[in-house]
């Protein structure tokens, strides 16, 4: 089994920055490409960024230059770093990653979602 355990969202004033972390746990052979994904009240979830094992990164346009993903591998963890928030950042963030267990079972997981909202 395997699990996705988030944390560091918050309450953050517009401008602030706030970093999540999402650490995966259980009968983990590799894991892939590890992501955060986002849903505001009403839309529908998104694609905020992803990486690769390697490292190779993308981000939705609406975040360039302002978040960060990162990943630690020995760790099995992946970071956001969220800097200049907006109030149109606040959603429940969710991370998800492509997981080969042990098993040699390949899967998508997600854990389950970390509130982040950017108000005054």
């Known amino acids: 089994q395997v699990q996705l355990v988030e944390s560091g969202g918050g309450l953050v004033q517009p401008g602030g920055s706030l970093r999540l972390s999402c650490a995966a746990s259980?009968?983990?052979?590799?894991?892939?490409?590890m992501g955060w994904y986002r849903q505001a009240p009403g839309k529908q979830r998104e694609l905020v960024a992803d990486i690769t094992r390697r490292g190779s990164t993308n981000y939705a346009d609406s975040v360039k230059g302002r978040f960060t993903i990162s990943r630690d591998n020995a760790k099995n963890t992946v970071y956001l770093q969220m800097n200049s928030l907006k109030p149109e950042d606040t959603a429940v963030y969710y991370c998800n990653a492509d997981i080969i267990t042990k098993a040699i079972m390949s899967a998508d997981y997600w854990g389950q979602g970390t509130q982040v909202t950017v108000s005054s």
């Open positions: 259980g009968s983990i052979f590799r894991i892939n490409t």
